[in-house]
């Protein structure tokens, strides 16, 4: 009997992990696709993504809401001080990282997006390091050698390579290691008490949209103003399609933060790590079959390097947590640095309240 019990929760939490996994692979390939799709017919990226910014700020609100409800405690409320000297930094670089990454969708092939993309753990292991967050030591050195020369080569004589496009995902991508950076030490500050990522996002939200609308005003406002699909409207319906096709990539983006932070609680961010270079993999086999991206052999060569490095370092990761004797590794950076970074010092609160898994910022 207890055998059979031992098996039926084995099973149980295959299946779990598994049907975790495919939703989070739902919400992760489907927004990337997604945005590349609804750019093809809408060239303004930066109005999407911050669109896409309000939809979260908007479900964010709603989950403090309905978790502040149902514990009857009320969620943490920063002060204008501590907002805009402590949360300012991290909002504007996440924004940009963001921005940036939607922009380059009018250039780039998915493939490419997605390789360069992948190399954002290279910049955010060179700041850490910078900050002192990491010691130097020469499997990191490896590490980034790694990836840096899988970038290079999948990059090199590429059939569809934009420098335009390009720049600006290398841009996100080193905008993203003073992203997590900036993250990990602002999650580090307990007395803040953002360590719930309902409630990082929450205040996240609306210093990003404010730190992206001088770019979009720039490089987007006159357009989008005289656009016949936006302020310019001729046909009702043609516009509610397009805010409507905008208000559903919102979702999606909050979709994938729901889904990775849900998988991570229920399982461990070690999981997350390497569904994520499997996604990786799903991600450029779907872009050559569905979209017709042309990947040579060289380059498919320098995508497993890229990903042989990550591997190393998610490896390295959990053996050090291993080694240390402790908890889950929490810390290993994988394709999605930014749920591990958040889980960093609410482990201890996890089996306190349930509302601690709830969403957490994962966009693009």
Known sequence: MGRWALDVAFVWKAVLTLGLVLLYYCFSIGITFYNK????????????????LAVIFLFSALSRALVQCS????RVVLSWADYLRRVAPTALATALDVGLSNWSFLYVTVSL??????SAVLFIL????????????????LVVLLIAGGLFMFTYKSTQFNLEGFALVL????????RWTLTQMLLQKAELGLQNPIDTMFHLQPLMFLGLFPLFAVFEGLHLSTSE?????????LLLRVLGSLFLGGILAFGLGFSE????????????????????????????????????????????????????????????????????????????????????????????????????????
């Open 126 to 141: 060179i700041f850490s390091l910078i900050f002192k967050l990491e010691e130097l030591r020469a499997a990191l050195v």
């Open 261 to 364: 932070f849900l998988l991570v609680s229920r399982t461990s961010s070690l999981t997350l790590s390497i569904a994520g270079i499997f996604k990786e993999v799903c991600t450029l086999l779907l872009a050559a079959h569905l979209l017709g991206d042309q990947i040579s052999l060289l380059n498919w060569l320098g995508f497993a390097l890229c990903l042989s490095g990550i591997s190393l370092h998610v490896a390295l990761k959990a053996l050090h947590s291993r080694g240390d004797g402790g908890p889950k590794p929490l810390k290993g950076l994988g394709s999605s640095p930014d749920l591990e970074l958040l889980l960093r010092n609410s482990q201890q609160e996890e089996g306190d309240n349930e509302e601690e898994y709830f969403v957490a910022q994962g966009q693009q």
């Open 229 to 237: 699909k936006i302020f310019r409207f001729q046909d009702t319906g």
């Open 113 to 118: 997006y997605t390789m360069t993309k992948s």
């Open 37 to 52: 799709w609804l750019t093809k017919s809408f060239h303004f990226p930066l109005f999407m993504t911050m669109l896409h």
């Open 71 to 74: 514990s009857h405690r009320a």
């Open 171 to 178: 841009g996100a991508s080193f905008i993203g290691g003073i």
